[in-house]
Protein backbone atom coordinates (compact mmCIF):
# COMPACT_ATOMS: atom_id res chain seq x y z
CA UNK A 1 0.00 0.00 0.00
CA UNK A 2 1.19 3.49 -0.97
CA UNK A 3 0.95 6.02 2.25
CA UNK A 4 1.38 9.30 2.06
CA UNK A 5 0.90 11.87 4.66
CA UNK A 6 2.23 15.61 4.90
CA UNK A 7 4.68 17.43 7.17
CA UNK A 8 3.40 20.03 9.10
CA UNK A 9 5.07 22.87 7.29
CA UNK A 10 2.95 21.46 4.30
CA UNK A 11 5.58 19.06 2.51
CA UNK A 12 4.55 15.93 0.85
CA UNK A 13 6.10 12.50 2.50
CA UNK A 14 5.81 9.28 0.48
CA UNK A 15 8.28 6.22 0.77
CA UNK A 16 10.47 5.25 -2.19
CA UNK A 17 13.20 2.78 -3.16
CA UNK A 18 14.49 4.97 -5.96
CA UNK A 19 17.48 6.07 -3.85
CA UNK A 20 18.56 2.60 -2.69
CA UNK A 21 20.46 -0.25 -5.09
CA UNK A 22 18.44 -2.81 -2.69
CA UNK A 23 15.28 -3.37 -1.99
CA UNK A 24 15.22 -0.85 0.81
CA UNK A 25 12.23 1.68 1.25
CA UNK A 26 13.03 5.39 1.91
CA UNK A 27 10.52 8.33 3.20
CA UNK A 28 10.84 11.49 1.26
CA UNK A 29 9.76 14.82 1.45
CA UNK A 30 8.91 17.07 -1.37
CA UNK A 31 7.76 20.61 -1.37
CA UNK A 32 5.01 21.18 -3.30
CA UNK A 33 5.98 24.67 -4.57
CA UNK A 34 9.77 24.02 -5.53
CA UNK A 35 9.37 20.69 -6.47
CA UNK A 36 12.74 20.17 -3.89
CA UNK A 37 12.70 16.66 -2.84
CA UNK A 38 14.32 15.55 0.99
CA UNK A 39 15.52 12.36 1.73
CA UNK A 40 15.03 11.69 5.50
CA UNK A 41 17.56 9.84 6.58
CA UNK A 42 16.45 5.93 7.68
CA UNK A 43 16.45 3.12 5.99
CA UNK A 44 13.58 0.77 5.97
CA UNK A 45 10.95 3.22 6.42
CA UNK A 46 7.57 3.45 5.49
CA UNK A 47 4.31 4.84 6.53
CA UNK A 48 5.20 8.20 8.04
CA UNK A 49 3.58 10.83 10.49
CA UNK A 50 5.10 13.75 12.20
CA UNK A 51 4.17 15.36 15.39
CA UNK A 52 3.33 18.92 15.29
CA UNK A 53 7.10 20.38 15.46
CA UNK A 54 7.68 18.66 12.48
CA UNK A 55 11.45 17.48 14.29
CA UNK A 56 9.71 13.82 15.39
CA UNK A 57 8.65 11.16 12.88
CA UNK A 58 6.70 8.39 13.51
CA UNK A 59 7.36 5.72 10.62
CA UNK A 60 7.28 1.81 9.93
CA UNK A 61 9.88 -0.38 9.40
CA UNK A 62 10.20 -3.27 7.55
CA UNK A 63 7.94 -2.12 5.03
CA UNK A 64 5.07 -3.67 4.17
CA UNK A 65 6.17 -6.97 2.56
CA UNK A 66 2.64 -8.32 1.14
CA UNK A 67 2.86 -11.15 2.90
CA UNK A 68 -1.08 -11.94 3.89
CA UNK A 69 -0.22 -14.19 6.21
CA UNK A 70 -2.53 -13.55 9.51
CA UNK A 71 -1.31 -12.99 12.81
CA UNK A 72 2.35 -13.49 11.49
CA UNK A 73 5.29 -12.71 14.17
CA UNK A 74 8.70 -12.49 13.94
CA UNK A 75 11.73 -10.85 12.13
CA UNK A 76 9.49 -8.98 9.19
CA UNK A 77 6.82 -8.26 11.15
CA UNK A 78 6.02 -3.91 10.78
CA UNK A 79 6.79 -2.20 13.59
CA UNK A 80 6.30 1.04 14.88
CA UNK A 81 9.87 3.43 15.62
CA UNK A 82 10.61 7.19 16.36
CA UNK A 83 13.84 9.15 15.27
CA UNK A 84 14.25 12.86 16.34
CA UNK A 85 16.23 15.32 14.32
CA UNK A 86 19.53 15.60 16.08
CA UNK A 87 19.56 12.30 18.11
CA UNK A 88 21.70 9.51 16.65
CA UNK A 89 19.40 6.14 16.14
CA UNK A 90 15.29 5.96 15.68
CA UNK A 91 14.29 4.00 18.48
CA UNK A 92 11.51 1.23 18.19
CA UNK A 93 8.31 1.85 19.91
CA UNK A 94 6.75 -1.30 19.47
CA UNK A 95 8.91 -3.56 21.91
CA UNK A 96 6.27 -5.81 23.92
CA UNK A 97 4.38 -7.59 20.46
CA UNK A 98 5.94 -9.58 18.01
CA UNK A 99 3.37 -9.08 15.59
CA UNK A 100 2.10 -6.74 13.28
CA UNK A 101 2.49 -2.73 14.02
CA UNK A 102 1.67 -0.30 11.38
CA UNK A 103 -0.13 2.62 9.84
CA UNK A 104 1.09 4.74 12.87
CA UNK A 105 -1.02 8.24 13.06
CA UNK A 106 0.16 11.19 15.71
CA UNK A 107 -2.44 13.24 16.95
CA UNK A 108 -2.35 15.47 20.11
CA UNK A 109 0.46 13.53 21.77
CA UNK A 110 -0.65 10.29 20.60
CA UNK A 111 0.83 7.87 18.25
CA UNK A 112 -2.75 5.80 17.13
CA UNK A 113 -1.72 2.53 15.09
CA UNK A 114 -3.19 -0.67 13.55
CA UNK A 115 -2.24 -3.66 15.83
CA UNK A 116 -3.36 -7.50 15.89
CA UNK A 117 -2.14 -7.51 19.56
CA UNK A 118 -5.71 -8.44 20.63
CA UNK A 119 -5.71 -11.25 17.90
CA UNK A 120 -7.54 -9.01 15.21
CA UNK A 121 -6.09 -5.43 13.52
CA UNK A 122 -7.87 -3.11 15.71
CA UNK A 123 -6.61 0.56 16.45
CA UNK A 124 -4.84 1.67 19.28
CA UNK A 125 -2.56 4.60 20.44
CA UNK A 126 0.62 4.67 23.10
CA UNK A 127 2.00 8.09 24.23
CA UNK A 128 5.22 9.27 22.41
CA UNK A 129 7.66 6.81 24.08
CA UNK A 130 5.64 3.78 23.62
CA UNK A 131 3.77 3.38 26.82
CA UNK A 132 0.79 3.96 27.86
CA UNK A 133 -1.36 1.50 25.62
CA UNK A 134 -4.65 1.71 24.68
CA UNK A 135 -7.52 -0.16 22.62
CA UNK A 136 -9.50 2.02 20.65
CA UNK A 137 -11.69 -0.45 18.90
CA UNK A 138 -12.84 -3.95 19.15
CA UNK A 139 -13.77 -5.86 16.26
CA UNK A 140 -13.01 -9.18 15.91
CA UNK A 141 -14.71 -10.51 12.73
CA UNK A 142 -12.97 -8.62 10.66
CA UNK A 143 -9.40 -6.87 10.23
CA UNK A 144 -8.89 -3.04 10.63
CA UNK A 145 -7.22 -1.70 7.51
CA UNK A 146 -5.91 1.41 6.02
CA UNK A 147 -6.68 4.32 8.57
CA UNK A 148 -6.38 8.06 8.24
CA UNK A 149 -7.04 10.73 10.23
CA UNK A 150 -8.55 14.64 9.89
CA UNK A 151 -9.26 17.04 12.93
CA UNK A 152 -9.37 13.98 15.46
CA UNK A 153 -11.41 11.58 13.18
CA UNK A 154 -10.16 8.15 12.15
CA UNK A 155 -11.88 7.23 8.81
CA UNK A 156 -10.67 2.95 8.37
CA UNK A 157 -11.48 0.00 6.19
CA UNK A 158 -13.16 -3.15 8.21
CA UNK A 159 -13.92 -5.58 5.72
CA UNK A 160 -15.75 -4.18 2.89
CA UNK A 161 -16.93 -1.10 4.85
CA UNK A 162 -15.67 2.52 6.09
CA UNK A 163 -15.61 2.98 9.68
CA UNK A 164 -15.48 6.45 11.68
CA UNK A 165 -13.67 6.51 15.25
CA UNK A 166 -14.21 10.03 16.96
CA UNK A 167 -11.19 10.36 19.28
CA UNK A 168 -12.94 12.80 21.18
CA UNK A 169 -15.75 10.76 22.15
CA UNK A 170 -13.40 7.84 22.03
CA UNK A 171 -16.85 6.33 19.60
CA UNK A 172 -16.59 3.99 16.46
CA UNK A 173 -19.49 3.59 13.80
CA UNK A 174 -20.01 2.37 10.33
CA UNK A 175 -20.13 5.23 7.76
CA UNK A 176 -23.59 4.46 6.00
CA UNK A 177 -22.84 4.21 2.11
CA UNK A 178 -25.66 3.67 0.00
CA UNK A 179 -25.46 3.02 -3.81
Known sequence: SVTN????????VYHTRAYSKVPDNQLVTIDMESKQKTRIPL??????????????????????HRNVTKRYQGGTARQVWKFTQGTEEAVKLT???LGESHHPIWFDGRVYFITDRDGTMNIWSMDEDGNDLKQHTKHSEFDVRYANISDGNIVYQRG???????????????IDIKL
Open 43 to 64: SQASEATFDSSGNTVFFVRPAD
Open 95 to 97: NDH
Open 5 to 12: TWTPDGKL
Open 160 to 174: ADLYHYSISSNQDKK
